[in-house]
């Protein structure tokens, strides 16, 4: 018997815990604490404990399939990467477009945006990050020069106030959950805002009601109330900052006095005084935010506000301060910092930069790379449910667009423009299905690679597994195509770890990090320049990454969501997660101990809408939006605002994104996921009320959707 443990990194969140896979005859049978993992010292929350259990499910895609008659057959290897090769060459520069994935390595994001560029020749390549942070890479951007999280996870337990806005910390990134706990326990005061009274609430010193989509006018009513009392830190804006006063006469209109934007927020003038206060007094104080920020119309602004409340506060370059963005999935880090995003190269170096794009073609050996911003993955969606996108050929890496973005009809309509799509995944996906070709690629245990936690954190992971059947690596199935379309020579790579050398060259930030300095002591955080930089736990201690230096105060207006409820559709939706599953559930929903815990959606209403409507505990509903409908049970809770209702969006027999908008923030065109409206209709009697069924996970069927 071979018994193994594979310090590796969990395939989950963003928080980046190091365990060990257990490794038995060569099936992965445990996850084990590794306690020398940075990060968690060798706790896990409920995903990462299982993160072993979806990996030898019977559904993993083991061959290749390829359409034939309407059915996805089996083919060889040969077969389907001829035809791919075969048809992309058929295809100009402008018809096609990639996407990339948060959920696989360094490597593979880096190759398939290098892939997009350098041989298809598109600038069309973006991936999941569009949906949920990149409101956070260009607001942040703009203020401080840098999109990243500004301190660490570990410091947090430095701060004396943490004040979390948008983002269920304690469920969705247990482990930074802990840090937030121990500084509780350390006596730092914690405030806590979010339209639902989440178990981040519970343990919240100060829990701030609000409604959804209101972020800014609380921000600013925070910054009012400072202001007012003289409670800035203003050596700190003197010293450290600009455009201050044009900020200062933003918040200082009568618009964002407490009276009035408690009527905006809902939540009581007393609490955001409180809420204020304690921002203000505690030195140092920190910002925690995540989607609740980040998914709406005015998504770049809510993150230049989170931004101005803690310039103002002098709360930036400190140990225990900052702003720091949650980051989703395990990799959205990653795939951003290796240019998996239409307007930037591979250190978030502008594409229209004549240079940049100079220095690229020399490090990659070829000619000809785009010299315009592509299109977003939002965009592109409309575009083509609208008919006047030029784009025919899409090919994607481990994205379930068909589950995870807004106006599921819209996208289902889009994808009938399309002339040939390709996808490579672990499972056959909502998105595998409408597939031409569906490509089996290996998981997190079965290649070795990088992954970027949320803190800018580079983690190793260690392949302690073969792969099932003829699956492989996706860099490995992009070097193939590559070489099929006649760029061997500029994809040819012995393993991993040199893939990982050319992204030093081309990631100024990775620039001293090597597989060799991530044994010990186990990972580094950018910005990493040379091989003996320590790297950079916190971000601006001297100067910003601006131009000049300075950190810019934004003058920001609280506007309503693109869509608001009115007599037709009288609740405001907002969607999120669960602390048992995963994003599109492909993996959660296949390991038994998650899916065990909780087996379909819901909807979440308060008593008094739920008595308003007849509604009770468990009864079957139905919600409409002006885009779709589903039927899901109710789960009537105190925990949620009268007026606002939440749906997990894991699970596709009740999806939530049927409802969602594809309105999008004009800066980062990220979709508002977390407001829309809503109405909820009873659809069959209480005593007629079935409990929540279990529904299988997908099968493998053939035919098209
Ligand atoms: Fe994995 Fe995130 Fe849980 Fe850590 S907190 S074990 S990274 S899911």
């Known amino acids: 018997m071979e018994l193994k443990y ?9 928080t980046g815990c190091g365990f060990n896979l257990v490794v038995k005859d060569g099936r992965a049978t445990g996850i ?27 559904d993993r895609l083991v061959k290749p399939l390829v359409r034939k008659n309407g059915q996805l057959v089996e083919a060889s290897w040969e077969e389907a990467l001829d035809l791919i090769a075969g048809k992309f060459m058929t295809f100009r520069p402008e018809e096609f477009a990639c996407l990339s994935s948060a959920k696989v390595s360094n490597e593979d994001n880096y190759l398939m945006q290098k892939f997009s560029r350098a041989v298809l020749k598109t600038p069309n390549i973006d991936h999941c990050a569009r ?29 004396k106030c943490i004040f979390i806005i948008g ?17 509780k326990k350390r006596g730092a005061k914690i405030i806590y805002a979010d339209p639902r009274r989440t178990p981040t609430a519970k343990q919240a010193d100060l829990y701030l009601s609000m409604y959804s989509g209101t972020d800014v006018a609380l921000l600013n009513g925070l910054m009012h109330h400072i202001i007012e009392k003289g409670r800035e830190d203003r050596e700190f804006i003197g010293k450290r900052t600009k455009n201050y006063e044009a900020m200062k006469t933003v918040v200082m209109q009568e618009a964002y006095s407490l009276p009035e934007v408690s009527k905006i927020t809902g939540v009581p003038e007393d609490n955001l005084k409180i809420a204020a206060e304690w921002i203000a007094s505690s030195k140092p104080s920190a910002l925690i935010y995540s989607m609740g920020i980040t998914q709406h119309t ?21 140990p225990g301060g900052g702003v720091n963005p949650l980051r989703g999935q395990n990799n959205v880090q990653g795939a951003c910092d290796m240019g998996c995003l239409p307007d930037v190269y591979p250190g978030y170096r502008k594409v229209a930069d004549p240079e940049t794009r100079r220095k ?33 050929c899409l090919y994607v890496m481990g994205e379930n667009f068909m589950l995870s973005d807004p106006e599921l009809n819209r996208v289902r309509k889009a994808l009938e423009h399309l002339d040939f799509l390709v996808v490579q995944d672990i499972f056959l996906s909502e998105t595998a299905k409408f597939a031409d070709v569906v490509l089996p690629a290996t998981c997190y245990a079965e290649e070795d690679g990088t992954q970027t936690s949320t803190e800018r954190r580079v983690q190793r992971l260690r392949k302690a597994l073969d792969p099932p059947g003829e699956a492989k690596a996706d860099w490995r199935i992009i070097c193939e195509l590559a070489g099929r379309l006649g760029y061997g020579p500029q994809f040819s790579y012995p393993g991993e770890a040199e893939i990982f050398e050319e992204i030093t060259k081309a990631v100024p930030q990775y620039g001293g990090i090597s597989y060799g300095r991530l044994e010990n002591p186990e990972s580094l955080q950018w910005p990493c320049p040379d091989r003996s930089h320590p790297g950079t736990p916190i971000l601006h201690t001297e100067k ?52 065990s815990e909780v087996r379909t959606g819901w909807v979440e209403l308060h008593p008094l809408d739920a008595e308003k409507l007849g509604i009770e505990n468990r009864e079957k509903v139905r919600v409409l939006s002006r885009r779709g409908e589903i039927e899901i049970p109710a789960m009537v809770t105190e925990d949620i605002k009268p007026g606002v209702v939440f749906i997990p969006f894991h699970f596709r027999e009740c999806a939530a994104n049927l409802l969602t908008s594809g309105a999008l923030d004009p800066v980062a065109k990220i979709p508002e996921y977390k407001a829309c409206a809503v109405r909820i209709e009873k659809i069959e009697p209480v005593e007629q009320k079935e409990p929540a069924e279990k529904k299988e996970p997908a099968e493998q069927k053939e035919g098209k959707p």
């Open 6 to 14: 594979v310090p590796t990194t969990c395939p989950y969140c963003g």
């Open 32 to 58: 084990e604490p590794w306690h020398r993992a940075p990060v968690n010292s060798g706790k896990l929350c409920q995903k990462g404990r299982y993160a072993h259990e979806f990996i030898h499910s019977k």
């Open 131 to 159: 949906l949920c942070h990149s409101s956070t890479v260009a607001g942040l951007a703009a203020v401080f020069g840098s999109g990243a999280m500004t301190n660490s996870i570990a410091d947090l337990e430095e701060s």
């Open 167 to 183: 983002s269920n910390t304690l469920e969705q990134h247990p482990l930074i959950g802990r840090r937030v706990m121990l500084a």
């Open 298 to 318: 005015v998504g770049v602004d809510n993150v230049r506000s989170t931004a101005n409340l803690m310039l103002l506060t002098g709360n930036l370059g400190v």
């Open 360 to 392: 690229m073609e020399s490090l990659w050996g070829v000619s000809g790379l785009p010299e315009k911003p592509g299109t977003t993955v939002t965009e592109l969606m409309e575009e083509l449910a609208e008919g006047t996108s030029p784009v025919r």
């Open 544 to 595: 910003f990454a601006t131009p000049d230096g300075l950190g810019e105060f934004s003058a920001v207006e609280w506007a309503p969501p693109a869509e608001v409820p009115d007599a037709q559709y009288p609740f405001i939706l907002t969607t999120g997660r669960n602390i048992w599953h995963w994003h599109t559930g492909t993996m959660t929903r296949r390991s038994e101990t998650l899916d």
